[in-house]
């Protein structure tokens, strides 16, 4: 067997060297053909299964290797896992707990201001209602609506088919005015049998008051969440409530979408700051993720001009993205998140059109489909290549072009006024409309004060925010040059390697607060949304170590050790802010609390008390759109305005009955009313009589340059109209406005007509 099986191998051999020294054999040309076309599968099917493989190594090694690194980390301190163990629980259980505190006494502190303000308790309900103003009150009127309605199905279906709120339009209420809120709030009071314990209107701006509660924890956990620390969770949270004034709008506008939506959106940047983080838990990154996708719908239903918003965050995440800061995969998760929500959205909205031409829907659509390109281009060709360094200008031409199909495509009215708004704003376009400027005019659309940044600056919150800003720029500068240059990020940064840029979570939000801080100097409006990021962003970092490492890099420190000195700054600044703070203003919010302000409006509840006891149940009324909103809720009497900015027709509506502060004609003015089928109207003194700070911003003054009553000569403004101001005419009591106007209730601030349906000409 031995001498048989020797021949063998030396005829395996020989052959096996006769084919390495001649011509290959059939066998292994075959095989080697097999070995190159599964060379050229493999590389083909490399692009899409890179992701899914990804995703798993980044899930299982995070969950390996951070138990190993840890359990040598606390071996080299001779510390056990179970010392560890209860350090974390008990960091954990009172940054939780402080965090959760906050957000309660942030609730309750607003709750007692607005008692003593409003002296909310001691009035009656007709007093309560007027302290909602303008589109508020629209608002708390359907809430009180849906309470009345013999069932909840019932509710709804009246405010979908609403035909008794402006005269000769019937509207859907939900869509128009994104009711939402005012749905849950009823469902949630009915349901929880709060009608014996709690009045409705203190249940409504006490689920307000929570949420805003939930807005102050969220900014507390997202500072919490990237400086390692709660102590600037308490920071964050100190300088959100000195700065009151420029972060919410809550003091004088509870009912207002921004108040319910706001706090969703600040959960959902908490839950994306935890998500995008390096070397996270797969449980840890899957509770985050879930948590980013309610969020995001959540904030999606609440606002209708949420998803302006959040395509601010997608250009942040797409910067993020385009630089290779981030993982690709968790980006393209959130713009998953960004289609889901849109598509649910349009369809639970009552198909809202406006959601299809948003450019967030334009933008993530590109980015997608630039992703599937790059995927399925040859790596290392010249196309790959070529493609990379043209992204940006690829992903912005795809969604320039994709909007501009879509609104060719798709019937849409909503938001058209805001991109001629835009124009005007910026000065390429100049119009007489009195709707735009009217709406220049408002000082939420104007550009900042100077006492808004000068708040910002006597509470130190700019100053710190600025230098905060500088090292994370510069950070973030180095490491885009190190990508450049060809130099990988580093799995895990280390305090003592002072690359604070090179945490996406951190250049997420760096972003994130310049491109709101863009648009906040354009509009002061949008401080609302900017400064609340800005607290937080500040206060990570005065309490960051890693970013004070950073700084020490920069300046090469030898006389001090580095580390030791960031750990110490990190401590004694925040903790010098904040004793500082205390002693300025701890004593005047205190004496916030403790005064007792009056707002009382005895001409408007006279109003409203002869409307309703006088007027009749059928009559409409016809006014300003502000007062239209009260007398809506107070009385339920049918207006033939609203004070809303989304709808066209509403629009020219408001513009229409304006005439009334105009220079026209008493026939004109009834041919306005009586199209809309008003039977009384009402002069306000306020705005017949208005003394604007900014000449040229009062209605009348709109309202003359709109119908060209104002000539424009070498700089200086003539009015000219062959009728008086109707306002001023019609309290004069002669013909021709006695024929068709007749007065039946006046005061000091208000005078009610009745619009005579058969004209008397009696001279």
Known sequence: MRERSRPRGRREAGGGGRSAGGAASPRRERRGAQAAGGGRRLAMEEGAADLRQRKKQN??????????ERNKENSKLGRSPKYMLIQRFAKLFFGCLAAVTSGMMYAVYLSTYHERKFWFSSRQELEREITFQGDSAIYYSFYKELLKAPSFERGVYELTHNNKTVSLKTINAVQQMTLYPELIASVLYQASGSEEVIEPVYFYIGIVFGLQGIYVTALFVTSWVMSGTWLAGMLTVAWFIINRTDTTRIDYSIPSRENWALPYFACQVAALTGYLKKNLNCSAEKFCYLLVSASTYTFMMMWEYSHYLLFVQAV?????????LAQTEKVHE???????????GYLLQ?????LLVSPLLSLVAALMLSKCLQMNMKKGTFMSRLLKIMYIYLV??????LNFLLKMFVPHKENEHLLKFIEVKLGLNTTKNFTMNWLLCQESLQAPSQDFFLRLTQSSLLPFYILVLIICLFSVTQVIFRRICGEPLKETVKLEDGRIGERPEIVYHVIHTILLGCLAMCLEGMKYLWTPYVCMLAAFGVCSPELWMTLFKWLRLKAVHPILLALILSMAVPTIIGFSLWKEFFPRIMTELSELQEFYDPDTVELMTWIKRQAPVAAVFAGSPQLMGVIKLCTGWMV?????????DLLKRNENIYQIYSKRSAEDIYKILTSYKANFLIIEDSICNEVGPVRGCRVKDL???ANGHVVCEEGDSYAYSKYG???????????????????????????VYRINTVISFQS
């Open 725 to 751: 101001r109707f306002c001023h005419e019609i309290k004069m009591n002669y013909s021709p406005y006695v024929n068709y106007f007749t007065r039946v209730y006046w005061n000091r601030s208000y005078f």
């Open 316 to 324: 942040s995440l797409f910067l993020l993205d385009s630089f290779a």
């Open 396 to 401: 912005l031409t795809i969604t320039v072009t």
């Open 350 to 354: 009552f198909e809202n059109s406006a």
């Open 59 to 68: 899930c299982t090694e995070s969950d390996k290797m951070a138990p190993e």
């Open 703 to 705: 309202l003359d340059v």
């Open 640 to 648: 033939s305005s609203l004070p809303l900015y989304n709808d066209d």
């Open 334 to 344: 959130v713009y998953k998140i960004y289609l889901f929500s849109l598509f649910l």
